[in-house]
């Protein structure tokens, strides 16, 4: 039996390593941390969530939300280990961070099949009796990186992820802050500090005279030569630099949110349909115990003491204790369309994959969906089937699809979006309703996974 490699503990190869162990494959599970840690892990946890802690909406209606859905008819444990360990936020899948990554770890440790390696590998395993799946994210080590641009002499192209801070939820003032849901709409599980226009305005001038944390030497020359963000972890103080009311329509906007308190009955609240605020930042729950929440859309890369004054002077935050400060760094992804074909495996050496945001996907439920994926099609390889080709109807397909696209002119990391599915015909006036028109392509979706589940 050939032997098979995965270099990266993170979601993709957490993933992978339990599909292919749970189906009776040996597996060597190579992950550095922790003799060697990456400067935006906390932990030597597998698995670990080390930006936000939402893996976005479970609508059916949401790309995020269909995503979710089709990787667990394929099989996903890192989705059930999400659902057992979900904080509330509505409609989305947001976990407690800590309680998930260590009930991943254990998963890893128990199962017979999974050899750890705590060793930072720095040459791609050239054995032809071997498979190796690269799945070592964002952050991948400087080593391996040169021996991947050595091995397939294609360009790295780099661009910057940033974290936001957590508070204690006991050192909020909920005199001023309040629960609530955007139109009232799901379970009240996000707290929220509304802002005046003068408090906005206090709020905006530190933010933009605020200095920065100084970026390693390595990330410095990166920036210098290609300063790019990734629009969805955009720094706060980049994006108000686009603007002063750029927040108040991205991740501080108030439409919608409305502090029940201020009404005397439910038919005034009703009634009420003007904007309530100038601003609200709102804050979403971190881990289980519910004592953790973090800033949302607060990634930053400011200085700590910045930091602290900028949280404390949003109203209700006055006095907020931060267990752990946003910070920046740089991310590393590959140029899959040269470097890969649509089952995620190299074009140039049929015993190697890659998965992972490390192939420029953008996204905690991408990420294990692509380790899935490349799992899916190293059993099938390993037992001489063909491999899975999704078809871009599927959200998933319509993901690797995109990634592995030749034509790309200039390729750049992607989220699951409706914009990458296949199109399909349909009455013109549910193509005009989004609700209608979402359904009609999630449902095509999970038809098209259902069936394919079968065949495998």
């Known amino acids: 039996m050939k032997k098979i490699n995965i270099i990266g503990g993170g979601l993709a190869g957490s993933e992978a390593a ?116 690269i799945a070592t994210g964002p952050l991948t080590s400087r080593a391996l990186c040169a021996n991947i641009k050595e091995e397939f002499g294609e360009a790295h192209f780099n661009f910057f992820d940033a974290i936001a801070p957590i508070v204690k939820k006991e050192s909020i003032d909920f005199d001023t802050a309040f629960y609530g849901a955007r139109w009232g709409k799901g379970e009240p599980d996000f707290i929220n500090c509304p802002m005046e ?79 309530q605020f100038y601003a609200v930042v709102q804050l979403r729950q971190d881990n289980k115990e519910a004592d953790l929440y973090n800033l949302v859309g607060f990634q930053t890369n400011l200085k700590w003491g910045e930091q602290k004054k900028l949280v404390q002077s949003i109203p209700g935050l006055q006095n907020a204790e931060i267990v752990r400060y946003g910070v920046m760094h740089a991310n590393t992804f590959i140029n899959s369309p040269n470097i890969l074909n649509k089952h995620l495996q190299t074009k140039t050496r049929k015993n190697l994959f890659f998965a992972g945001q490390l192939t420029g996907v953008e996204g905690y439920t991408e990420s294990i969906a692509t380790g899935l994926f490349a799992a899916i099609n190293i059993k099938r390889y390993i037992e001489d089937k063909p491999l899975i080709q999704l078809e871009a109807k599927s959200m998933l397909g319509a993901l690797i699809d995109y990634i592995t696209f030749s034509e790309h002119k200039h390729f750049q990391p992607v989220n699951s979006n409706w914009g990458i599915v296949e199109d399909m015909e349909m009455p013109r006036h549910i193509r005009k309703n989004k609700e209608e028109k979402n359904t009609l392509y999630s449902n095509r979706a999970i038809e098209y996974i259902n069936n394919l589940k079968n065949m495998l």
């Open 18 to 133: 339990l599909y292919l162990a749970n189906s009776g494959y040996s597996v060597n599970l190579y992950e550095m941390r922790p003799k060697k840690q990456t400067g935006a892990h906390n932990s030597a946890d597998f698995a670990e969530f080390v930006c936000s802690n939402s893996l976005g909406s479970m609508a059916l209606t949401s790309a995020s939300g269909l995503l979710k859905k089709e990787i667990e008819i394929l099989g996903s444990n890192l989705i059930n280990f999400a659902k057992n360990h979900s904080v509330p936020a509505g409609n989305s899948l947001a976990i407690d961070r800590y309680g998930f990554s260590n009930a991943v770890t254990e998963a890893i440790k128990k199962n017979h099949n999974i050899k750890i390696i705590n060793e930072e590998v720095e040459v791609i395993p050239n054995d032809p009796d071997s498979i190796t799946l």
């Open 197 to 275: 226009k003068e408090d906005y305005e206090k709020f905006y001038d530190i933010l933009i005279n605020s200095e920065k944390i100084e970026l390693k030497d390595f990330e410095k020359d990166l920036f210098q030569n290609n300063p790019k963000f990734f629009e969805g972890c955009m720094p706060i103080e980049a994006m108000a630099k686009r603007g002063a009311d750029t927040l108040r329509f991205g991740p501080m906007k108030p439409v919608g949110l409305f502090d029940g308190r201020k009404f005397k009955n439910e038919e005034e609240k009703q009634r009420c349909k003007k904007q």
